[in-house]
């Protein structure tokens, strides 16, 4: 773990451990043993923090007091650590607080939040106690007061960190303590051996390292819907965070986790507090009044249901009365245990909550359209927060000529009818947050819904997941070029991976989805998309699997015998000693492998022209391609950001589509070709010290790939695909430059090769192609020869090292600096793009290489502006920056 923390006391402290050697520690324990210290706390501390976090609570040493630590410094002889002790003063840096971060506002909290007594106790009982249970059924209202005193809280507390967890279950769980870390610089590698409850423990210590740190301000968790299995891998880092008055925990639940503390039972509203609550703060008439608490009632006094009956009275401009009328007359569905219910027991104690929530969906089915509903029922697949609006516009339609957007926001006033969820923000970016328990409701409706239609089981399930699958397909991309196009991407990628949990389990249960060219495909896809967002992030670990699932789902595809292939794989990259006896056993591996996907293509060639055609003609367009065909066709495009069939015609008369009877091959060519170079990439992301082995698997992908692509071209050599490079730039040239696989790919000759092959390309005149349409041209692309040009830099920087005599230096530093004029050249132009601090941080490398020192603190300066002189490294710094902090 690698934990890196703004410019403070607590940093310094760090820093000055890290100096500390093991003999210089066990001096310091030494020394500070003449202090009043507890001895078994002493002999516990493994390192020098540890120690002076014990010095600092007994009051040994503070940021305004350091004397007593300097002259034990001083006596164990570590000058660097005296040093650094030292420049905090010198620096003349006091223990002011800074403001603190935080992932929670008043924007999160729902417009109807009615304070109430409950909360009023709240604020009283988190004065006498630092860790709460508000415990109640779904749709009490607890994590919305939760959230509302945490806003105060930390609006009056600019310098505690204030954060809400989700903890509904272990991927949320995962997902929300990786984003703390991310936030605060802090790294956990995953070591893919341990489960998954290891790595939450692990993220658990380092945020409690944080935590326990940063003793200058008051810190609040929220761990909101916090279950048994969520508890049981949080239960030492729970334990731990108890011990410290500074740290402030507020639990949301409704299972008795707890019986050791404070516990608020939050049992919705009172019939006062409800009847102000549904008519708004107008006094009502006797006869409204009794017709409220009637509601309330029926609602179990929980502020989901009244707010959603409030809101369809509000809808409708009707009367309580009528409203209770019409309650009456519709046939309430029967909530009974069904395995829904048994596998999510908040519904067995909150069976008056369902029966309301399912009784508005049965309103909402007769009146909606059946895609309108069918966008409602496939909530229960994603995540319940931040669901981007724009994934909808994509969820299909029986006639090309609908228009989508109408659909969509005849989706977004449905949920409203009912206030089903939160909309928020403007056009591309509308988001929408519901509530667990409508989530759950969509669930057991679905469930009953097949029961009475007398379906099979999976029947529904299957066909709401294909089409959030193609959605996900539609809307998402590989190209994070521009930082809007990954921001999209971004956002969509957490409800993608819960569409994707859904979609693997039910092709554990329906085996027919083993034949199902489509759902394969998509799934494929979606898995490939994921873990290359999730790589592209950082987030290396989740990443891992959505790529290890995606290559699972190719072999499925090709009815290829996985555990074999891999395990000649394993085998092979035991024995190889050299990248050349690696490369053509993967020749062979891949003309196997293109063996069986051309059979595929041939068996199933009017589905896959399709499933092609439908891609090509719904797929979501990022800028730069929108910008790129409309100047071919002269035109805007008439559907905004996709193709229609005129549009589409006219690019393959000029040579920029593929035709349809060519995509029948060619489109599962280049998925298949993507997922195994996006697998063979992870070998750029592996752990220090690198597994040989296992990189060299990853290896042999990228030359399979590579072996794939060639073969690919050679047969529609009219129609490059862009992977076909991309496999070659980012792939095995650069696995040459990197060589984790330990193939002795360093030397003089193979980096000339590198040098020439890059050389090459960036002359090459060619239209490159993405599934069927054209997407780049390298000649005229700033972007590609930027690339091209970073990987040659690389290559010069390398070869360096092997140059024989001054005049071979001196040849390869002329190169290296025409490349870097070069490069310079185009880098204004590619200030918006992701890849910029890349670009800037390989030049600045190479100067400093040549020892142009100058140059390269001008250039790393650039980079990373906030680093002056002696500054330590600043909070939320990306790994360019941290390079660039590291070299400056």
Same mark, same amino acid.
């Given at each position: 773990? /690698?934990?890196?923390?703004?410019?403070?006391?607590?940093?310094?402290?760090?820093?000055?451990?890290?100096?500390?050697?093991?003999?210089?520690?066990?001096?310091?324990?030494?020394?500070?043993?003449?202090?009043?210290?507890?001895?078994?706390?002493?002999?516990?501390?493994?390192?020098?923090?540890?120690?002076?976090?014990?010095?600092?609570?007994?009051?040994?040493?503070?940021?305004?007091?350091?004397?007593?630590?300097?002259?034990?410094?001083?006596?164990?002889?570590?000058?660097?650590?005296?040093?650094?002790?030292?420049?905090?003063?010198?620096?003349?840096?006091?223990?002011?607080?800074?403001?603190?971060?935080?992932?929670?506002?008043?924007?999160?909290?729902?417009?109807?939040?009615?304070?109430?007594?409950?909360?009023?106790?709240?604020?009283?009982?988190?004065?006498?106690?630092?860790?709460?249970?508000?415990?109640?059924?779904?749709?009490?209202?607890?994590?919305?007061?939760?959230?509302?005193?945490?806003?105060?809280?930390?609006?009056?507390?600019?310098?505690?960190?204030?954060?809400?967890?989700?903890?509904?279950?272990?991927?949320?769980?995962?997902?929300?303590?990786?984003?703390?870390?991310?936030?605060?610089?802090?790294? @956990?590698?995953?070591?893919?051996?341990?489960?998954?409850?290891?790595?939450?423990?692990?993220?658990?210590?380092?945020?409690?390292?944080?935590?326990?740190?940063?003793?200058?301000?008051?810190?609040?968790?929220?761990?909101?819907?916090?279950?048994?299995?969520?508890?049981?891998?949080?239960?030492?880092?729970?334990?731990?965070?108890?011990?410290?008055?500074?740290?402030?925990? *507020?639990?949301?639940?409704?299972?008795?986790?707890?019986?050791?503390?404070?516990?608020?039972?939050?049992?919705?509203?009172?019939?006062?507090?409800? @009847?102000?609550?549904?008519?708004?703060?107008?006094?009502?008439?006797?006869?409204?009044?009794?017709?409220?608490?009637?509601?309330?009632?029926?609602?179990?006094?929980?502020?989901?249901?009244?707010?959603?009956?409030?809101?369809?009275?509000?809808?409708?401009?009707?009367?309580?009365?009528?409203?209770?009328?019409?309650?009456?007359?519709?046939?309430?569905?029967?909530?009974?245990?069904?395995?829904?219910?048994?596998?999510?027991?908040?519904?067995?104690?909150?069976?008056?909550?369902?029966?309301?929530?399912?009784?508005?969906?049965?309103?909402?089915?007769?009146?909606?359209?059946?895609?309108?509903?069918?966008?409602?029922?496939?909530?229960?697949?994603?995540?319940?927060?931040?669901?981007?609006?724009?994934?909808?516009?994509?969820?299909?339609?029986?006639?090309?000529?609908?228009?989508?957007?109408?659909?969509?926001?005849?989706?977004?006033?449905?949920?409203?009818?009912?206030?089903?969820?939160?909309?928020?923000?403007?056009?591309?970016?509308?988001?929408?947050?519901?509530?667990?328990? @409508?989530?759950?409701?969509?669930?057991?409706?679905?469930?009953?819904?097949?029961?009475?239609?007398?379906?099979?089981?999976?029947?529904?399930?299957?066909?709401?997941?294909?089409?959030?699958?193609?959605?996900?397909?539609?809307?998402?991309?590989?190209?994070?070029?521009?930082?809007?196009?990954?921001?999209?991407?971004?956002?969509?990628?957490?409800?993608?991976?819960?569409?994707?949990?859904?979609?693997?389990?039910?092709?554990?249960?329906?085996?027919?989805?083993?034949?199902?060219?489509?759902?394969?495909?998509?799934?494929?896809?979606?898995?490939?998309?994921?873990?290359?967002?999730?790589?592209?992030?950082?987030?290396?670990?989740?990443?891992?699997?959505?790529?290890?699932?995606?290559?699972?789902?190719?072999?499925?595809?090709?009815?290829?015998?996985?555990?074999?292939?891999?395990?000649?794989?394993?085998?092979?990259?035991?024995?190889?000693?050299?990248?050349?006896?690696?490369?053509?056993?993967?020749?062979?591996?891949?003309?196997?492998?293109? /063996?069986?996907?051309?059979?595929?293509?041939?068996?199933?060639?009017?589905?896959?022209?399709?499933?092609?055609?439908?891609?090509?003609?719904?797929?979501?367009?990022?800028?730069?391609?929108?910008?790129?065909?409309?100047?071919?066709?002269?035109?805007?495009?008439?559907?905004?950001?996709?193709?229609?069939?005129?549009?589409?015609?006219?690019?393959?008369?000029?040579?920029?589509?593929?035709?349809?009877?060519?995509?029948?091959?060619?489109?599962?060519?280049?998925?298949?070709?993507?997922?195994?170079?996006?697998?063979?990439?992870? *070998?750029?992301?592996?752990?220090?010290?690198?597994? @040989?082995?296992?990189?060299?698997?990853?290896?042999?992908?990228?030359?399979?790939?590579?072996?794939?692509?060639?073969?690919?071209?050679?047969?529609?050599?009219?129609?490059?695909?862009?992977?076909?490079?991309?496999?070659?730039?980012?792939?095995?040239?650069?696995?040459?430059?990197?060589?984790?696989?330990?193939?002795?790919?360093?030397?003089?000759?193979?980096?000339?090769?590198?040098?020439?092959?890059?050389?090459?390309?960036?002359?090459?005149?060619?239209?490159?192609?993405?599934?069927?349409?054209?997407?780049?041209?390298?000649?005229?692309?700033?972007?590609?020869?930027?690339?091209?040009?970073?990987?040659?830099?690389?290559?010069?920087?390398?070869?360096?090292?092997?140059?024989?005599?001054?005049?071979?230096?001196?040849?390869?530093?002329?190169?290296?600096?025409?490349?870097?004029?070069?490069?310079?050249?185009?880098?204004?132009?590619?200030?918006?793009?992701?890849?910029?601090?890349?670009?800037?941080?390989?030049?600045?490398?190479?100067?400093?290489?040549?020892?142009?020192?100058?140059?390269?603190?001008? *250039?790393?300066?650039?980079?990373?502006?906030?680093?002056?002189?002696?500054?330590?490294?600043?909070?939320?710094?990306?790994?360019?920056?941290?390079?660039?902090?590291?070299?400056?």
């Amino acid at each position: 773990m /690698d934990l890196q923390k703004s410019d403070d006391f607590e940093t310094v402290l760090m820093k000055v451990s890290n100096k500390l050697e093991e003999s210089d520690l066990k001096a310091l324990k030494y020394l500070v043993k003449t202090k009043n210290l507890k001895r078994t706390d002493l002999e516990k501390a493994e390192s020098g923090f540890q120690v002076f976090d014990l010095l600092e609570k007994n009051g040994i040493i503070s940021c305004r007091d350091t004397q007593p630590l300097q002259e034990w410094l001083e006596l164990i002889g570590n000058a660097d650590a005296s040093k650094c002790l030292q420049q905090f003063h010198a620096k003349g840096i006091s223990c002011r607080t800074k403001q603190a971060s935080t992932n929670i506002n008043f924007s999160k909290i729902v417009e109807h939040f009615k304070p109430t007594q409950k909360l009023k106790e709240l604020k009283e009982e988190v004065e006498r106690n630092n860790f709460i249970i508000l415990k109640g059924l779904l749709g009490s209202g607890k994590s919305q007061m939760a959230l509302k005193y945490a806003c105060e809280f930390k609006e009056n507390n600019a310098s505690s960190i204030v954060w809400k967890l989700n903890c509904k279950d272990l991927t949320s769980l995962q997902t929300s303590l990786r984003y703390f870390c991310t936030i605060h610089d802090i790294r @956990v590698e995953m070591d893919e051996s341990k489960p998954p409850q290891a790595f939450i423990e692990d993220l658990g210590q380092a945020i409690l390292q944080i935590l326990t740190s940063r003793k200058e301000a008051i810190h609040l968790l929220i761990l909101d819907d916090l279950l048994q299995d969520s508890c049981r891998c949080l239960q030492n880092f729970i334990r731990e965070c108890r011990t410290h008055q500074h740290i402030q925990i *507020i639990i949301t639940t409704f299972q008795p986790l707890f019986d050791d503390c404070k516990i608020i039972d939050i049992n919705g509203f009172t019939s006062e507090e409800a @009847v102000d609550f549904l008519s708004g703060g107008i006094e009502p008439t006797n006869e409204d009044k009794d017709e409220y608490i009637k509601l309330g009632f029926k609602y179990g006094f929980l502020p989901l249901g009244l707010y959603c009956a409030r809101t369809y009275m509000h809808h409708t401009s009707i009367s309580p009365g009528k409203f209770n009328k019409l309650c009456e007359t519709k046939e309430l569905r029967k909530i009974e245990d069904n395995h829904c219910i048994a596998d999510d027991p908040s519904v067995l104690n909150n069976k008056t909550l369902f029966k309301a929530l399912i009784q508005f969906i049965d309103v909402l089915e007769n009146a909606e359209t059946q895609k309108v509903f069918d966008m409602i029922l496939s909530l229960q697949y994603l995540e319940i927060e931040e669901i981007p609006l724009l994934l909808f516009d994509f969820f299909g339609s029986d006639s090309p000529e609908t228009n989508y957007a109408i659909e969509t926001n005849n989706f977004i006033q449905a949920l409203r009818k009912f206030s089903f969820g939160k909309i928020e923000g403007k056009d591309d970016d509308r988001v929408l947050s519901t509530h667990y328990a @409508v989530v759950s409701a969509l669930k057991i409706f679905s469930e009953q819904q097949k029961e009475v239609l007398n379906t099979k089981f999976q029947t529904q399930d299957r066909i709401l997941l294909k089409q959030l699958l193609r959605a996900f397909m539609h809307v998402m991309d590989k190209d994070n070029r521009s930082k809007t196009d990954f921001r999209r991407n971004k956002m969509m990628v957490q409800h993608a991976r819960s569409a994707l949990i859904h979609a693997d389990e039910l092709f554990k249960k329906d085996k027919i989805l083993r034949q199902d060219l489509e759902f394969l495909m998509s799934v494929i896809y979606v898995h490939d998309l994921v873990g290359y967002t999730y790589n592209f992030d950082g987030i290396l670990n989740v990443a891992a699997h959505h790529s290890d699932m995606a290559k699972s789902y190719c072999f499925v595809l090709l009815n290829v015998d996985q555990e074999a292939f891999e395990n000649d794989l394993k085998d092979e990259c035991g024995r190889v000693e050299s990248i050349d006896m690696l490369d053509r056993f993967c020749q062979e591996k891949a003309k196997h492998l293109f /063996d069986k996907m051309k059979c595929m293509a041939s068996d199933n060639a009017v589905k896959l022209e399709n499933f092609a055609k439908c891609y090509i003609l719904e797929k979501y367009r990022a800028e730069d391609d929108i910008s790129a065909l409309s100047k071919i066709l002269e035109n805007d495009l008439k559907r905004e950001t996709r193709l229609n069939e005129r549009e589409l015609e006219t690019l393959c008369h000029k040579g920029y589509a593929v035709p349809l009877k060519d995509m029948t091959h060619l489109f599962l060519y280049e998925l298949l070709l993507s997922t195994f170079y996006t697998h063979g990439r992870r *070998i750029f992301y592996l752990i220090t010290p690198v597994d @040989v082995i296992k990189a060299r698997i990853f290896c042999s992908y990228l030359y399979i790939s590579y072996h794939l692509a060639q073969t690919i071209t050679n047969k529609f050599q009219q129609w490059e695909c862009l992977y076909a490079m991309l496999t070659e730039r980012s792939g095995t040239l650069q696995q040459c430059i990197d060589d984790h696989s330990n193939l002795k790919q360093h030397n003089m000759i193979a980096f000339q090769k590198v040098a020439s092959r890059c050389e090459a390309m960036l002359q090459e005149d060619r239209r490159y192609f993405m599934f069927g349409i054209f997407k780049t041209d390298t000649r005229t692309d700033d972007h590609c020869q930027a690339i091209w040009l970073k990987q040659l830099i690389r290559c010069y920087k390398h070869m360096l090292r092997f140059a024989q005599n001054e005049t071979e230096k001196k040849e390869v530093i002329t190169k290296g600096k025409e490349c870097v004029a070069r490069l310079q050249e185009s880098l204004p132009s590619m200030e918006d793009r992701t890849c910029f601090q890349g670009l800037q941080f390989s030049v600045g490398e190479f100067c400093e290489c040549i020892e142009d020192y100058d140059e390269a603190a001008k *250039i790393l300066d650039t980079l990373c502006p906030n680093l002056k002189e002696q500054d330590l490294i600043k909070e939320k710094l990306n790994k360019y920056e941290k390079k660039a902090s590291i070299l400056l």
